[in-house]
């Protein structure tokens, strides 16, 4: 550290203890839990104001019903699996730029994210919202992650740590992993991004590590995090992760959230007073919060933090930049990408054409002002010179989404949404307050201010537009009681059963016929009950035509017939792939595959597209010659999906996880999901590393993706030995052979051929990504530390390096190995 540095943190450290000597006890305690949902508590007599928190990390996620938050459309970047297919932390360091702009515009401090857990299982709901299954991938992406936002003077939370690879008991299950696949795997990320960054917060995860809960566990937050890794911000638990009192003060946390006060407060106090744990203990976690509250810079000179921006045309070109980096070509036989001038006629096929899927579900979705779908996309780049029609096929939902925004109209005919009136009792009487909701879907509803959250009763009125011609589903969920009118009558009614356990709605269905432009009046009303703490009530609404009438397949199948090439835009349905639940299975939901393998039987020139943030069942594969991964592309999906397909971006995306033949074949197969536990007996095999040591062929390896050029591989320099600490400096040449312009993703992995312990037979350890015009050639440069060579010694608690023969391997993709080489690390 520089002596103008030292100067300005011993000054800081100065700040913080003439803070804390102020300070009353009750005043350090109220600093350990929030002020509300989302902000921290302000001491107004020192002028300690508050910081405010907001979910992400793809998009800064807002709601208009959040008191105490500005709430305006934010950037809908692509989510974290996108991120990571980039391969390029250059890139990711100027989505980290934008978001934290976009952050400060809405009047956040803390962007909470990145998720740099590994993905472990093909299941787990929140692999769209990660990274990878390797940890040295993730590390560098998070690591551009983070510096970009907080180059804002925007702090990162960075979660879930850890161990958080599934959302099947996440709240209360035990991952029961043993240390060596802790650090090798499951941490690595983390202390990638502790060291290199410090972020402002690292969040904890809901679920257990061997039986302790990760916002207490002393090994995790203090010896490792901080002891070991020197982290010096803040540990805040996830929302509701806090079981304890002392155990987790003690533990490491310092904020438990959300706010007000559950452990904390009052019960933190008396615990303090009653000697059940010593004032330095707090004192220490209040440090550390002033420490961030000062790094926020709001208690100088607010004026001057940078400014924010949000949705700027700026940041929609870095969404489409990103989607386009990110896209990943898996299938292109006969070369039939890109699309040719002698292409006249495109079918546009599925339940994603039209739909834009662009993230998610759960904290992570964010609501952008517009967002483009490949229909949409396709029709915007080619315009009159192709004649592009559209057959939706089938549906892909396992159940009715929720109600969209746009099929609603409120009295007075502007705008999307239903009028609400909202009263403080449970019989639509007395005065009540009144605003338009876009959607009826709440999870926490939450009235305007004059309205208690207690005891409300809320009546919605408006027109609905029928989408579509024929039979309808309603289907409410509700865990107060909820009813639906249309036309003015009672259509179905559901309230949550008071002897089940608290958060179950209750359910209810009705079929309806409707005429496709008809505007019918709609009513909802809802009556939050005594036992409806939850505040939660769908609305749900699609097409549902009986069986032996529907004819949606059948038309797609003759769209298809008559077109030069069709596209079949397929996946998953909005919040299948979500926080809060696990997949099923593999399988595409629906019946899309038989919709994929019919339109192909039609059509020999059949492009599938993928929207989904894990891998799938792709049984049909062989029946089509082209398949391209978008995953969730974000706001601007639709217009990447179309440059890309029609040859103006030369596709450059790897996958980040590798996709198995079958679900049997991943590595967690015996143990996922576990119950009360989950054993993590792979170990250190996860993804890659598995199928490398097993002899197990996946269908798509990690690492790889298509591009409409080729690429050469030569001169790989390697030195033949290396003493101990010495840096290994490596190189290779990568040429362009192709045509076009386009983009390598240059891959180092090291293997060690011969070690006490278990290895893989290979490990990344370096990338690169390199854009060359035809014939054009880079030297491509590596370093390879230490830590590259190294395994972690559970018995010596270290990581070891030991001497013997190393391989390095460089290629395109973890199974395409173009060139190898060999060293010898000296004793």
């Known amino acids: 550290m520089s002596q103008e540095g030292k100067s300005g943190a011993l000054a800081v450290e100065q700040r913080v203890e003439e803070l804390l000597g102020k300070l009353t006890l009750k005043e350090k305690v109220s600093f350990l839990s929030g002020k509300d949902t989302w902000a921290t508590v302000p001491i107004e007599r020192l002028g300690i104001p508050s910081l405010v928190m907001t979910d992400g990390p793809h998009g800064v996620r807002t709601n208009p019903m959040w008191k105490d938050r500005l709430a305006s459309p934010a950037t809908s970047f692509p989510t974290g699996v996108s991120m990571a297919s980039s391969w390029d932390p250059g890139l990711i360091e100027r989505i980290g730029v934008a978001l934290g702009k976009e952050t400060r515009a809405l009047a956040g401090d803390i962007l909470l994210g990145p998720c740099v857990n590994i993905v472990r299982t093909p299941l787990a709901g929140r692999n769209f919202e990660t990274y990878s299954e390797d940890p040295y991938l993730a590390g560098r992406i998070g690591v551009a992650f983070v510096r970009g936002v907080q180059s804002q003077h925007v702090g990162t939370s960075v979660k879930h740590y850890a161990c958080n690879n599934q959302e099947f008991e996440r709240f209360r299950g035990s991952s029961v992993v043993d240390e060596r696949t802790l650090r090798e795997i499951y941490l690595p990320a983390f202390e990638a991004i502790v060291k290199e960054t410090q972020p402002w917060m690292v969040m904890c995860s809901y679920n257990r590590i061997n039986g302790v809960y990760a916002s207490e566990n002393y090994h995790l937050l203090t010896e490792i995090l901080r002891s070991e890794w020197g982290f010096e911000g803040v540990v805040v638990s996830d929302w509701g992760a806090n079981h304890t009192t002392v155990e987790s003060v003690r533990g490491g946390l310092d904020i438990e959230m959300p706010g007000p006060a559950k452990y904390y407060g009052q019960l933190l106090l008396d615990a303090v007073r009653n000697w059940q744990i010593d004032e330095a203990t707090v004192d220490s976690s209040v440090r550390r919060i002033l420490r961030m509250i000062l790094r926020s810079g709001k208690m100088d000179d607010p004026a001057a933090l940078p400014e ?35 292409v006249k006629r495109i079918a546009v096929i599925g339940p994603n054409a039209a739909e834009a899927r662009i993230g998610g579900g759960g904290s992570s979705y964010v609501g952008p002002p517009y967002r483009v779908s490949p229909l949409e996309g396709l029709r915007a780049r080619l315009g009159d010179a192709v004649v592009i029609e559209y057959e939706q096929g089938c549906d892909n939902f396992a159940a009715p989404p929720p109600l969209r925004s746009d099929y609603l109209v409120p009295p007075g005919g502007e705008g999307h949404g239903l009028l609400g009136e909202y009263f403080g009792g449970a019989d639509f009487s007395g005065e009540s307050v009144t605003r338009v909701d876009p959607r009826m879907d709440f999870w926490a509803m939450q009235p305007p201010e004059d309205i208690g959250i207690e005891r409300f009763s809320v009546r919605w009125m408006g027109k609905l537009v029928a989408p579509s011609m024929g039979r309808h589903v309603f289907n409410l969920y509700s865990d107060g009681l909820c009813r639906l009118y249309l036309g003015g009558e009672l259509l179905a009614e559901s309230a949550s059963d008071p002897r089940a356990l608290p958060g179950t709605p209750g359910r209810a269905s009705a079929y309806v016929d409707l005429v496709a ?22 609305v749900a609404f699609a097409y549902a035509p009986e069986p032996e009438k529907d004819d949606r397949l059948a038309r797609a199948v003759e769209l298809a017939r008559r077109s030069d090439v069709a596209i079949v835009c397929a996946g998953m349905p909005r919040g299948y792939d979500s926080e ?35 891998p799938v069942e792709l049984d049909w594969l062989d029946a089509v010659p082209a398949l391209v991964l978008a995953y969730y592309p974000g706001q601007e999906g639709g217009n990447a999906l179309a440059r890309i397909l029609v040859g103006d971006v030369n596709p450059s995306g790897k996958l980040s996880v590798t996709y198995p033949r079958r679900y049997e074949d991943n590595p967690t197969i015996i143990n996922y999901p576990g119950g009360k536990e989950v054993l ?35 001169d790989l320099r390697v030195p033949e030995t290396v003493q101990p600490g010495e840096p290994v400096n490596v190189s290779v040449t990568v040429t362009n052979t192709g045509a076009r312009t386009g983009k390598e993703v240059v891959q180092l992995y090291v293997g060690d051929k011969a070690s006490s312990l278990p290895r893989p037979p290979k490990e990344l350890k370096g990338f690169q990504k390199v854009a060359l015009d035809p014939g054009e050639s880079a030297v491509v440069e590596f370093v390879l530390d230490r830590r590259a060579l190294s395994f972690y010694d559970p018995y010596e608690q270290q990581w070891v390096a030991e001497p013997g023969e190393f391989e390095v391997l460089v290629g395109c993709s973890s199974r395409d190995i173009c060139l190898s080489a060999g060293f010898f690390l000296e004793e």
């Open 680 to 714: 993590y007996d792979e170990g250190i095999f996860v993804g890659y590393r598995y199928y490398g040591a097993k002899g197990v062929e996946p269908l798509f390896p990690f690492g790889f993706g298509l591009s409409y050029t080729t690429f050469e591989y030569s």
């Open 517 to 538: 432009g008809q505007a019918y009046d709609i009513r909802v009303e809802y009556v939050n009950l005594p036992n409806s703490e939850h505040r939660t009530m769908r």
């Open 308 to 342: 924010g921006a949000l949705n700027t045309p700026e940041h929609q070109a870095l969404a489409r930049e990103l989607a386009e980096a990110s896209i990943v070509l898996l299938k292109n036989e006969g070369g039939l990408l890109p699309l040719g001038a002698d």
């Open 580 to 614: 809060g639940h696990d997949r099923p299975d593999m399988a595409l939901p629906g019946p899309q595959a038989e919709l994929i393998r019919a339109v192909a039987e039609a059509n020999g020139n059949t492009i599938v597209v993928l929207n989904c943030g894990a």
